[in-house]
């Protein structure tokens, strides 16, 4: 295991901050899994799992089964991690920038394209470390200017060259569930059996520029353009795990969630043995235009019905919403059929608030597809 550590922009001195990496197996091996905790830094079952997965990888790289190279970021977000108010931690916003800290990745599209198409041929393999390669010099040439930039480009470096790209997150009160592309869908599939997600949707480009797209879409827009002149292959695959609520965070969680990461990899071959049966998938995956967010119609106490987990049908009551003054009372039910898989952990409902996710199978949504 190699530890290494990045340093941050300090927004003011003596609040010097680091992004800490830890690098398994062979240095030349061709593949390359990247796993990151806690981008979110209020959503600790990742930090938990990317913990977990050092250990058992270590123990992997001593008996010589990892056949790639893996990066394991067990905490994502130092910055997000230190932002505490009243005892509350607030992680998922930059609190100098108010920027969601997984929106509004770079995208640097325009400069790997520029000029590439002389250099690329026929062969497939050669296309893909010349894009990695101007991916990486095209990161490398950036010059960050606050902490929050600083943050988001270590992270994109530690990652360009990665096959699979696996963010760790979750959600407020949620089951299992996952958020990857239909071009990566085979890729990922077998590790969603593992997981056992009961949600999986997928969207090429879910209009947030999110870590795990600002990958992808460089190699999608790449293909576009060259892709019926020159073979470009998928480059880099990004998934986004929810490894259920923020209170789900124990010794066992974590090592059944790590060892569906590890499952998964002996399957693909990026470990050394025989990979368990592939279970049964939970559900179906969806177009994540068809997820639908259900919000509360007034402010009131929120009161849930159901737990998430469930299939829902049009009408099924799922919470109701209790003005305690007016005695008046507003039912959330579901839109339509699908899975019910999320919902807040807030039980004072504002008006207008998301209190419930379902991942339907009516597409009915565009542009920008995700929470704030």
Known sequence: ???????????????????????????????????????????????????????????LEREGRLACRVTVVPVANPIGLDQQLMDTPLGRYDFESLTNFNRRYVSVLETVAEGLESELDG????????????????????TPTTSLASLQLTLMRLACDADFVLDLHCDFNAVEHLYTTPAAWPAFEPLARYFGSK??????????QSFDECFTLVWEGLRQRFGERFPIDEGAQSITLELRGQQDVSRELAERDGQAILDWMTYLGLIAGTAPALPELPYP????????????????????HLAPGVVVEPGTLIAEIIDPLSDRVEPVRATQKGMFYARSHRRMATAGMIVADVAGHQSHRSGYLLAP
Request: aromatic share 8%; hydrophobic share 45%; charged share 15%.
């Open 1 to 59: 295991m190699e530890h290494q550590q990045h340093p941050l922009i300090a927004p003011v001195p003596g609040t010097q901050r680091y992004v800490e990496s830890f690098h398994f197996g062979p240095p030349d091996a061709e593949r390359h899994v990247y796993v990151q905790g806690s981008l979110h830094a209020d959503e600790l079952p990742g930090m938990m799992v990317a913990w977990t997965l050092k250990q058992r990888l270590t123990e």
């Open 123 to 142: 062969d497939v393999a050669a296309n893909r470390r010349c894009i990695r390669a101007r991916f990486a010099a095209a990161l490398a040439a950036i």
């Open 199 to 208: 949600a999986s949707m997928l969207a090429t480009d879910s209009g947030g």
């Open 285 to 304: 995956a969806t177009e994540l235009a068809a997820m639908d967010f259900l919000h509360a119609p007034i402010g009131g106490l929120l009161v849930f």
